[in-house]
């Protein structure tokens, strides 16, 4: 397996894995099947080399199978904060360790950028492996957002979890 930082050459397998995570997991996304996969692959190359977004993917030889994004803020006051997502790790390769070793690389590059001092994220209050997987690399829960999501009439709980690294 290879882990790296992806680029806008990498746009066409990144949307290929992110569709698919929205339409295996629609719960864990705030974004929709429907109203990504109508966005042009442009978009998608400009995300992948936006300069305050670095996403990383997990290959197994050429195919991505393991995605998530650490989004840096800009605005003065936040700007000791970060947010990982779109953690998404295909589901013939989860319990691998594949998604510890995405967010672990995200939290490396957040450190070194020396003026990061704490990452959020937001895991569905159902996902019970995610949010095992989250506290065992140190976040701690500091919310839950009651029905943050609503699909059809059904509505998810977030949970919302911080990691001080600083």
Do not use: C, W
């Amino acid at each position: 397996m290879k882990i790296r930082f992806l680029t806008g050459l990498d746009s066409a397998s990144y949307k290929s894995l992110r569709l698919e995570a929205l339409q295996n997991n629609p719960e864990a996304f705030s974004s929709s099947y429907e109203e990504e996969e109508k966005m042009p692959i442009q978009q998608t190359e400009l995300k992948l080399n936006a300069e305050y977004t670095h996403t990383i993917g997990a290959f197994i030889e050429e195919d991505l199978i393991g995605i998530a994004t650490l989004v840096v803020e800009t605005k003065k006051k936040i700007l000791h904060r970060a947010t990982i997502v779109a953690v998404y790790v295909h589901q013939d390769y989860r319990n691998a360790g594949i998604g510890k070793k995405i967010i672990t690389e995200l939290i490396k590059k957040a450190k070194s950028m020396m003026r990061i001092e704490q990452i959020y994220l937001t895991v569905t209050a159902s996902n019970l492996p995610a949010k095992q997987l989250y506290r065992s690399i140190g976040f701690e829960m500091y919310g839950i957002e009651k029905r943050a999501l609503k699909i059809e009439d059904t509505y998810f709980d977030d949970e919302l979890m911080v990691l001080f690294i600083k």
